[in-house]
């Protein structure tokens, strides 16, 4: 599913704004929250057809497609371990 990728900026840390250039062109908002795309654009056809990158809308800088996605990927598996940590800590406080 492509709606599972999650991107992070490795420049400026964004993680939300992004333009997607592969054989179409699409701009996208996702949730660091809820780890997932959040919004999306109409899918407008792009010109050039070879493009794979992806470009952050805050310092305007493009990276690869497949290395800001295994970033986004990691990102999401650390920001998951914390919320679960943080649960399971609360979890364990005795209520009285
Ligand atoms: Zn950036």
Redesign the pocket.
Known sequence: MVNNVFFV?P????NQDFKIFLSSFQAVKQSPELAKRVDESNILPNLRQNDNFIE?Q????RFDYDNAASIGKKYLQNTQRLIKLRFTHSGNIPRS
């Open positions: 900026c420049h400026c840390g964004n952050c805050l310092c305007l800088r």
